[in-house]
T-cell receptor, first 112, second 112 residues
Framework: EDQVTQSPEALRLQEGESSSLNCSYTVSGLRGLFWYRQDPGKGPEFLFTLYSAGEEKEKERLKATLTKKESFLHITAPKPEDSATYLCAVQDLIQGAQKLVFGQGTRLTINP | DGGITQSPKYLFRKEGQNVTLSCEQNLNHDAMYWYRQDPGQGLRLIYYSQIVNDFQKGDIAEGYSVSREKKESFPLTVTSAQKNPTAFYLC???????????FGAGTRLSVL
């Protein structure tokens, strides 16, 4: 059974203090790993997709990396507007349909 | 603008009552999904549909029902058999296999 575990559950940083969020996964065959951002009371917003170990993607202050067992979301010099819950999900195929298995999320707070 | 529209934003259910959550998309996506999100937990798949007039159960389908009569619409009914319906419900859609799932803004369901 596919499993996704994110750590830490919550993280508080000062503005400008860089850090990383972790997503560990077990899946029979990784077809894709997705990162989403979710603001309180809203739907998840897509950030990145990674497909193979060694792949990296960047967007503004965020950079996602992938190994065979985990993915990291690095946040460099964060700002208060980066505060949100960050969700990681792995893609599986069930009867030809895409299924995402989500971790529980990391709640990130950036203090000014 | 293309997107996924969920309504209502807030919904209250009385004991023994069935309620229906609406999800409409104008992205011309083939596949649609319903997820449930509880506090501190990841998203869990309720039902999904790859094409019109066809749908499959996800991991937690008991107490829920869906229909897919039109490509644009995938309503979810929370039946009286669902004993713990209080949660945040999210609808998503994707063009096909391997593609990004885009989410609506969600419906928060509470029990009176």
């Amino acid at each position: 059974e596919d499993q996704v575990t994110q750590s830490p559950e919550a993280l508080r940083l000062q503005e400008g203090e860089s850090s990383s969020l972790n997503c560990s996964y077990t899946v029979s065959g990784l077809r894709g790993l997705f990162w989403y951002r979710q603001d309180p009371g809203k739907g998840p917003e897509f950030l990145f997709t990674l497909y193979s170990a060694g792949e990296e993607k960047e967007k503004e202050r965020l950079k996602a990396t992938l190994t065979k067992k985990e993915s990291f979301l690095h946040i460099t010099a964060p700002k208060p507007e980066d505060s949100a819950t960050y969700l990681c999900a792995v893609q599986d195929l069930i009867q030809g349909a895409q299924k995402l298995v989500f971790g529980q999320g990391t709640r990130l707070t950036i203090n000014p | 603008d293309g997107g996924i529209t969920q309504s209502p934003k807030y919904l209250f259910r009385k004991e023994g009552q069935n309620v229906t959550l609406s999800c409409e998309q104008n992205l011309n996506h083939d596949a649609m999904y319903w997820y449930r999100q509880d506090p501190g937990q990841g998203l869990r798949l309720i039902y999904y549909s790859q094409i019109v007039n066809d749908f499959q159960k996800g991991d937690i389908a008991e107490g829920y029902s869906v229909s897919r009569e039109k490509k644009e619409s995938f309503p979810l009914t929370v039946t009286s058999a669902q004993k713990n319906p209080t949660a945040f419900y999210l609808c998503a859609s994707t063009r096909g296999q391997g593609n990004i799932q885009y989410f609506g803004a969600g419906t928060r369901l509470s029990v009176l």
